[in-house]
């Protein structure tokens, strides 16, 4: 008798909220992206780990040319970042590291995941910002793709990483550092390899795939019911957004109980914990793993901020499909506030709700 979750598929967006959602966190893998990326480079530098992690796990993360070429006049600002600015990484997730490279994507495959990453120039905080999958951009011309609007994700199927990098860069005006892109091993290995997580839900979540609730309060959840709960959509506040928050409660659940679990001294655990992520990263060729783990050594849990690009509508019809018109005005200043590296001051302007409220 099969007992498996029957979690296959996606459907457009429904919510037509048009307030930023602070911390939320689009596509349920992407939590693994962001649980893996914490692990392998943050939990690393908590633990002072950063020369033991790039010695240990250097050879086992996989590497490719994920950024396109630049000027050689951003490529200094680049350097000049790593040495004392602020620092910008691409964030990419997808289903297999068959499609990590420039060029098209196997069987149109699309990433579900974009983030920057922002280290502030203190290196004392960082912000996650999640670039809606479905955002209707200019996607430029690259692999077979012959430029145009487009949803933000078709730039991985056509020109693979190195085009969604270009796309990113023309949306915000950022300069990018450096580049990850996670495969999507099961997320119950990184929750079952600290024991389970503790949530704290504000509303009752209904499972579609099981006859699991979750009512309002808090919950022990292993591996397997913790990728049940993030997959939620349908009967949860806000729909899909209200999955995109309940994926940020795992995701901090997991990076607080690393924080402060056994794990941080016990040898052993931190090496299962960081092996694991580290199976599930590709890293651009040219990041060097050495400089990331000192630039967020000095980062704890709670210094770590999570937002989303503000929108006005997640029901825009399009050629392309039901898309995500992101705010003009809002996101401009958000991408504003990364390149000056007041982030931390725009996310306290623009405070996030509960989904629901």
């Not at 962001?34 to 633990?47: D, E, F, K, N, R």
């Not at 979540?205 to 397997?224: A, I, P, R």
């Amino acid at each position: 008798m099969d007992t498996s979750l029957d979690m296959s598929g996606d459907t457009p967006l429904k919510t037509d909220e048009g307030d930023p959602v602070t911390r939320g966190m689009p596509g349920w893998k992407k939590a693994l992206l962001v649980l893996s990326t914490l692990v392998l480079v943050i939990v690393a530098g908590i633990t002072g780990g950063g020369y033991y992690l790039y010695q240990r796990y250097d050879s086992k993360v996989a590497r490719a040319t994920l950024l396109p070429p630049v000027a050689p006049q951003e490529a200094a600002q680049s350097a000049e970042n790593w040495k004392s600015g602020a620092v910008n990484l691409l964030l990419l997730g997808s289903d297999s590291r068959a499609a990590e490279a420039g060029g098209d994507s196997p069987a149109g495959e699309r990433s579900d995941t974009i983030m920057l990453v922002h280290i502030a120039k203190g290196r004392d905080k960082a912000a996650i910002i999640s670039i809606p999958r479905d955002s209707y951009v200019n996607v430029p011309a690259g692999g077979s793709w012959k430029g145009g609007k487009n949803k933000i994700n078709a730039a991985f199927a056509f020109g693979g990483a190195e085009l969604t990098a270009t796309t990113v860069r023309q949306l915000t005006g950022v300069v990018l550092d450096g580049a990850m892109i996670a495969d999507f091993a099961s997320i119950r290995n990184l929750v079952d390899s600290v024991d389970g997580v503790e949530v704290c839900v504000p509303y009752d979540v209904v499972s579609t795939f099981s006859d699991k609730v979750w009512k309002q309060g808090c919950h022990e959840l292993d591996g397997d019911t913790a990728e049940e709960f993030m997959r939620q959509r349908y009967q949860v506040p806000g729909g899909d957004f209200g999955r995109m928050y309940n994926q940020q409660l795992v995701v901090k659940a997991v990076v607080a109980k690393v924080s402060s679990s056994g794990a941080m001294t016990d040898p052993l655990a931190l090496d299962g914990l960081i092996g694991i992520a580290a199976d599930s990263l590709t890293v651009d060729q040219n990041l060097d793993l050495r400089d990331l783990a000192f630039a967020v050594r000095g980062i704890r849990p709670a210094a770590i901020s999570y937002a989303t690009v503000p929108y006005t509508s997640a029901s825009l019809k399009t050629s392309a499909g039901t898309a995500v018109r992101l705010d003009p005005k809002k996101s401009a200043a958000m991408f504003a506030a990364v390149k000056d590296d007041t982030i931390d001051q725009w996310l306290a302007a623009n405070p996030s709700k509960t989904p629901g409220s």
